[in-house]
């Protein structure tokens, strides 16, 4: 069974990519989940100067959803040289870095920076929900916000990729993907968190998240997300390639987010569910269900909900 | 329905989501150090850890004290500025708990146990002996603190049976002159060479007592401490390296064969950005 798929010119050896945000702030731990399966690293979001996240509690679960206020913490532009660096001294996998910045000017700072680096695609984080209070709405709330982050990117990352990272918290995520897509986009990340959410604790009668509110994912979001990934597939007419995340916790799960139109699949939060043999096992599952189903490659899944079948 | 209501409930399972518990009963161990009792078990075993919420200030991981089915013990040093005002509170405030998360320290029935205890490392020291005794361990225990007065637990340590306890401080005002690994490092050239060596302190300390058992080949299991948010793996601030493994799931306690493979182990860590600092 052939898992590998081929996007922007990077293969992959399977199409699990690790999402940004979680485990991934070290090359050693990047290397680690490439070891437990993974096809590709995602970084966590980085900056060009130091930023500070919120102070715990920041990650809470249930077993059908977590939400999340870490605030987007990194070290600045000197960590990401140091771990970059030292992971493409020996690469296992693809590397996608995710790069946020407070400015459309600063995106594009940055991603001078990040572009020197090298990493396979450049994935532009423009909806974290839980740095509001600090930003304002994300960039990708609005058609023009996120075309203006998009250009400014575009215009300094020659020929690395760029991704453009999508909330599903807007009314129509169709139009924000084509306003991306005009201004350069070379394919998307859908979806960012959802929400956001917010848990009280009952006895004390506050919200448990620092932040209050915090980016909602886990198995709960997954069909918001299956629908934003069609969406966005629909409105660029399947012309550009997605990294499909948000849910994801089985092979069958991947399965479906292929045929919404996704390349490449976002495994995040299911390893707090499964472990992080979780790459590894939605794997097998893949490859379990396309034995059974006679599917020989599985780039001919990308966008099938939106292809004419013949029934059987 | 029933299945659906018994899933969804707030049950036990759910240990990534934290409640907040009236403190209980408040001991106090020395003029910065605090134990703090709370009316629920979580079913920690000694050597896991809880994240401790104080709402509306942060949320820390601590190592548990005890847990015996009915109560749960934190023993705490009021260093930071969570733990400061943690210690300002009273009988029937609220502190929230998820957990426990982590590895614990593991033996089997009737070994010799040496525990090595540095500052409030005591507590969790304790917990593992008090459990250990229960399984007919024979335990020695050497706890060490900068001075007389920072010594915790040892009371506690004189009740178990099949105990001895040795005492070491810096200044020598009781016990040895000098560190607990010192008597460690005896007690290993002994003939009451112990099975296992179960250790949590500060990390200069581990370092030492990992060399020594290396040396004289007996299988340690020890405590490291990073900094943590989630707890369950999720967020990364707890991975060392070169391994990338995250403490809060593959960690707190690790055998000396996987602490030796952590280059990082008595050099640096990170904060809660990820920047390295050295120890």
Redesign the interface.
């Known amino acids: 069974m052939n898992l590998s798929q081929t996007v922007r010119g990077v293969t992959f050896f399977n199409p699990t990519v690790l999402a940004s945000g ?12 490439a ?1 437990n399966g993974a096809g590709g690293i995602t970084t ?1 979001s980085l900056w060009l100067a ?4 919120h ?9 059908h959803w ?1 939400l ?1 206020a ?1 605030g987007v ?3 600045g532009i000197e ?1 990401a040289r140091e771990e970059i660096g030292d992971f493409n001294k020996k690469k296992l996998v693809p590397l996608i870095a995710n790069i946020i910045a407070n400015t459309v000017d600063n995106y594009g700072k940055t991603a001078v920076e990040i572009v020197k680096l090298k990493p396979d695609f450049l994935e532009v984080n423009i909806s974290c929900p839980n740095v509001e209070d600090e930003f304002g709405k994300p960039f990708a709330c609005s058609v023009r916000d996120a075309s203006a982050v998009t250009k400014a990117v575009k215009a300094v990352s020659g020929k690395i990729p760029v991704f453009i990272k999508l909330s599903p918290n807007v009314d129509d995520i169709g139009s924000i993907a084509s306003a991306c897509a005009e201004a350069g986009a070379d394919g998307f990340t859908v979806i960012n968190t959802v929400g956001p959410g917010m ?1 009280i ?4 009668r ?1 919200p ?1 998240l ?1 932040n209050k509110v915090g980016g909602m994912s886990g198995p709960a979001i997954k069909p918001i997300a299956v629908r934003c990934i069609a969406d966005v597939y629909r409105s660029t007419n399947g012309k550009l390639p997605i990294i499909g995340t948000g849910g994801v916790m089985t092979g069958e799960d991947a399965i479906e987010f292929l045929l919404a139109g996704a390349s490449l699949i976002g495994i ?2 299911a ?2 569910y499964r ?2 043999e979780v790459f590894r096992l939605v794997c097998e599952e893949m490859t379990a269900w396309c034995e059974t189903e006679g599917v020989k490659k599985i780039s001919e899944l990308t966008g099938g909900m939106h292809r004419e079948r013949a029934s059987r | 329905m029933t299945e659906i209501l018994r ?1 969804c409930s ?1 049950s036990s ?2 240990k ?7 403190v209980a009963g408040i001991r106090k161990e020395t003029t910065h150090v605090h134990t703090f009792t709370f009316n629920v078990s979580l079913g920690a075993k000694p050597g896991q850890f809880v ?1 401790v ?1 104080l ?6 991981p601590m190592s548990v004290a005890n847990d015996d089915g009915k109560k749960l013990q934190i023993t705490f040093f009021a260093v930071g500025d969570t733990t400061k005002k943690l210690a300002t509170l009273k009988k029937g405030d ?1 502190v ?1 708990l ?1 957990g426990p998360f982590g590895t614990h320290y593991e033996w089997k029935p009737k070994q010799h146990l040496a525990l090595v205890a540095g500052g409030y490392g005591a507590a969790p020291m304790f917990f593992a002996a008090s459990e250990a005794a229960k399984d007919g361990c024979t335990l020695t225990a050497i706890v060490g603190a900068r001075a007389k007065e920072h010594l915790l637990y040892l009371d506690a340590f004189k009740r178990l049976p099949r105990t001895t306890l040795s005492v070491a401080t810096d200044d020598g005002s009781q016990g040895h002159k000098g560190y607990n690994v010192e008597l460690l490092a005896e007690l290993l050239k002994s003939k009451k060479k112990p099975d296992q060596v179960f250790a949590c302190g500060p990390e200069r300390m581990l370092v030492k007592v990992s060399d020594l058992c290396f040396q004289h080949a007996v299988p340690c299991q020890l405590s490291l401490e990073r900094y943590m ?2 707890g ?6 707890c ?8 403490l809060c ?1 593959d960690g707190p306690v690790v055998k000396n064969d996987l602490a030796r493979s952590i280059t990082e182990f008595g050099k640096y860590h ?1 904060d ?4 390295k600092h050295s120890l």
């Open positions: 979680i485990w991934g702030i070290t090359a050693s731990s990047w290397r680690r989940v070891a966590k130091e930023h500070k996240g102070p715990n509690p920041t990650i809470i679960s249930t077993e977590t999340n870490v913490p990194d070290a960590k848990a604790d009952l006895r004390s506050r448990i620092a995040g939060t390893i707090a472990g992080a | 899933r707030r399972a759910q990534n989501l934290p409640r907040t518990y009236p994240m919420w709402p509306g200030v942060d949320e820390v609220l929230g998820r948010k989630c369950y793996g999720l967020c990364g601030n991975v060392v390296d070169p391994l990338g493994i995250r799931t990170r809660h950005l990820g920047k």
